[in-house]
DNA sequence: ATGGCAGGAAGCTCCTGA
């Protein structure tokens, strides 16, 4: 079984570049963000003819998650349960007996801004719920734009980035509180590539002089993180025509 | 030099992202 998530920075504008991609890697299941669409308008016949069936939550403008899943989705969940939230981030469905769940995590803007205390308390209600479903569903998965770089090693230059969002200590326990439920950060257990990173600023060449994060995460249930045999960066995606400034991120499982 | 690029909605400029 292969899954995948991808931040899609709008499915309008990436649509053409996640078909190909589907029809090349041939994800069994994808968690995809920032879709920036209602759900009157999202592609899904479009999908559905590539091979998968989907549940999706979306907005106009920002935000927006979507499941795809050649199997199929069940039990979808929409949004933290009891958690009051207008911004469509989270999306769970059970695929072929793994339970997965999608998150958009809030980005911050600024340690100073409200943004930033929104997402630490969108964290916390994260977890709380997350513990709560691993309880239910042993084999879990939680994909998705994390906007955390859990350690220095994530992050292109450490020293620039201090005392920024995405790398405060606040934002790496949080992250750190969710890996202590029950989960792996999947994508190191196994050895990486130096300066493996998950996302690009558009300006500044970033990407051909590798200064990005590793924020987009796959966390894996301890239960299914024994059963994963790889996980990569698909950075290919994000040296094409007009990408998005996420590359997918996709984990093997002896599934 | 706090810029740089991209997407969306609005509408010829702004907010947001990370």
């Known amino acids: ?57 979306g907005q106009k403008t920002y935000n927006g998650v979507a499941i795809l899943a050649r199997a199929g989705v069940a039990d979808v969940v929409d949004g933290i349960p009891g958690y009051a939230d207008e911004q469509k981030r989270v999306l769970a469905a059970t695929v072929g007996g793994v339970r997965l769940v999608c998150a958009y995590v809030p980005n911050g803007q600024s340690l100073e801004s409200d943004k930033y205390r929104y997402k630490l308390d969108w964290l916390g209600a994260f977890t709380a719920w997350i513990g709560s479903e691993l309880s239910r569903h042993p084999q879990m998965a939680v994909l998705g734009d994390y906007n955390i770089a859990p350690a220095d090693e994530d992050v292109h230059d450490p020293a620039a980035w201090v005392g920024q969002v995405l790398v405060s200590e606040a934002e790496r326990n949080a992250f750190s509180a969710l890996c202590s439920l029950g989960f792996k950060d999947s994508f190191r257990m196994f050895p990486q590539p130096e ?38 960066v698909d950075v290919a995606m994000r040296a094409l025509e007009r990408p998005s400034d996420h590359a997918p991120v996709v984990a093997e499982l002896d599934l």
């Open 1 to 57: 079984m292969k899954i995948a998530t991808w931040n899609v920075n709008s499915l309008k504008v990436r649509l053409d570049h996640l078909l190909a991609w589907l029809e090349k890697e041939r994800p069994d299941a994808v968690c995809l963000q920032e879709t920036k669409m209602e759900n009157a308008v999202f592609p899904a016949a479009a999908i559905e003819a590539a091979g998968y069936q989907v549940a999706f939550s």
């Open 195 to 232: 300066r493996s990173f998950t996302w690009w600023d558009y300006r500044m060449n970033a990407f051909r002089r590798k200064m990005g994060l590793r924020i987009d995460h796959i966390l894996l249930s301890d239960s299914l993180a024994g059963k994963c045999r790889s996980v990569s």
